[in-house]
């Protein structure tokens, strides 16, 4: 049975996972504004992952015999000046994450929840994962500056993601 403390903090995640999911689809609507549709897709696939990370807490709580309970989600920002904010913006919001991650598993550490604190392991290199994408793109467009030839090419590859399930061709 799953702890209350532990139970209330996941219950918030699956919301904080879930407008992850939210702000990323208004990211890839932006890039579609904008004429982007590679850019577009890697928030696309984005939010899609974020959409499992929500439910691989949601089947957990299930798991431990807790109760799922849903909040509230924000409503995402809509207007961005450029794509290098776009994916800036991406990276804070990471690091914000990653905080929240850490914080549930000290939680879990004060409650002596070992099964959490393996399930949220998971969570731990998955956030070092998603700071390196966000980051590495951020790089890549800080590089390219207003060389739109540069841009089409780096639209082209972002273009090139998919997750697990979808197929590439
Ligand atoms: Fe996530
Ligand atoms: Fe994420």
Not at 23 to 32: D, P
Not at 97 to 126: H, P
Not at 152 to 164: C, I, K, V, W, Y
Request: glycine content about 4%; overall charge negative; charged content about 30%.
């Amino acid at each position: 049975m799953l702890g209350k403390a532990v139970e209330d903090a996941m219950n918030e995640q699956i919301k904080n996972e879930f407008f992850s999911a939210y702000q990323y689809l208004s990211m890839a609507a932006y890039c579609e504004s904008e004429n982007l549709p590679g850019f577009a897709q890697w928030m696309r696939t984005q939010s899609q992952e974020e959409t499992e990370h929500a439910m691989k807490f949601y089947d957990f709580i299930l798991d431990r015999n807790g109760r799922v309970v849903l909040h509230g989600i924000e409503e995402p920002v809509v207007e961005f000046g450029s794509p290098l904010e776009v994916f800036e913006r991406a990276l804070e919001h990471e690091k914000k994450v990653t905080a929240m991650i850490n914080e549930l598993y000290a939680l879990a550490v004060r409650e002596n929840d070992y099964a959490s604190q393996t399930f949220l392991q998971w969570f731990v290199t998955e956030q070092v994962e998603e700071e390196k994408n966000a980051g590495d793109v951020v790089d890549t467009l800080k590089m390219i500056g207003d060389k739109s030839e540069a841009l089409f090419l780096l639209d082209r590859e972002l273009g090139q993601r998919r997750t697990e399930e979808q197929p590439t061709a």
